[in-house]
């Protein structure tokens, strides 16, 4: 078989809503040859199904791998080193990549002028719902967009990196969630910004996905962050705060809905917070 040039890796747990959408548009980039190496972190939902069905159909470009649940940064560095291209593409299960995403992404690393590139262009894939809006409105950021405008020309993450700069940089963290697919970059070059290379990624879009993504940013942080820094979001996340942070947020946005989300979300990190402070279990 011949050799792709990129191996696109896609980690999932659980993504049945998101994960034919995310695939079926990396299946259809064109200008590349591409595998797609879709990872399994022990889903208990239809998900593995669908990669099954994918796969039948994708001539051999679509591969499936298992492991038990252990988080994307582990979920990841299993895919890196199953790949077969010089050249590894992250997206995440509950993104779906524009046309040509991947030819401009790589664009530099195929020219070899750099090690790695990152996204500027992340959209919300669905702003329409209020449950999605205030998500971003929690976090300060644009209407539509998963990342604000003034991103910065270098970055610790990366969308796409050499493979044998990624295995020699030692992959993605697996002791930790949020912030797993930060790298050292003493060992590889910083990502560079790359702008016309457009994902769209969902935000959360009801009071039970909001809860769960708020309490893994939580758990995450907690499980990792320096004493100092866990105090401080565990002040900026409580009641009182959180109450007032409600109100003010109801009487800004002119919405009595965000003052709810506020509630819910703040709720849900404190939880996650101790929950990982006094569990010690890796976030996943």
């Not at 950021?141 to 020309?153: T, Y």
């Not at 809905?257 to 996650?272: N, W």
Request: one cysteine or more; a positive charge.
């Amino acid at each position: 078989m011949k050799k792709p040039a990129v191996s696109v890796i896609i980690p999932y747990y659980n993504e049945a809503e998101h994960l034919e959408a995310c695939l079926r548009s990396v299946l259809g980039q064109q200008g590349l040859d591409l595998e797609v190496l879709a990872i399994d972190d022990g889903s208990t939902d239809a998900s593995p199904a669908i990669v099954a069905r994918l796969a039948r159909s994708s001539r051999g470009r679509l591969r499936a791998f298992v492991q038990a649940h252990q988080g994307p940064g582990a979920a990841r560095n299993l895919g890196a080193r199953e790949a077969r291209a010089g050249i590894l593409a992250f997206i995440d299960a509950d993104m779906t990549a524009a046309d040509g995403y991947l030819l401009k992404i790589t664009a530099p690393i195929r020219a070899r002028k750099e090690d790695g590139t990152f996204v500027v262009d992340e959209l919300v894939a669905n702003p329409e719902n209020r449950w999605s809006r205030a998500w971003s409105r929690a976090h300060g950021l644009p209407p539509g967009r998963r990342l604000p405008l003034d991103m910065p020309r270098r970055a610790d993450t990366y969308r796409a990196i050499r493979r044998d700069k990624f295995l020699a940089a030692g992959g993605h963290r697996e002791d930790r969630g949020v912030g797993e697919d930060e790298m050292d970059t003493s060992k590889v070059k910083p990502a560079l910004a790359v702008s016309g290379a457009v994902l769209y990624h969902a935000n959360p879009a009801s009071a039970q996905e909001v809860w769960l993504s708020a309490r893994w940013y939580g758990r995450g942080k907690a499980v990792w962050v320096e004493d100092r820094v866990f105090w401080g979001l565990v002040l900026t996340h409580c009641l009182p705060r959180s109450v007032l942070a409600a109100l003010w947020g109801a009487v800004k946005h002119r919405s009595l809905f965000y003052g709810a989300f506020k509630l819910i979300f703040d709720a849900a990190v404190s939880t996650g917070l101790w929950q990982g402070r006094l569990s010690g279990v890796k976030a996943r």
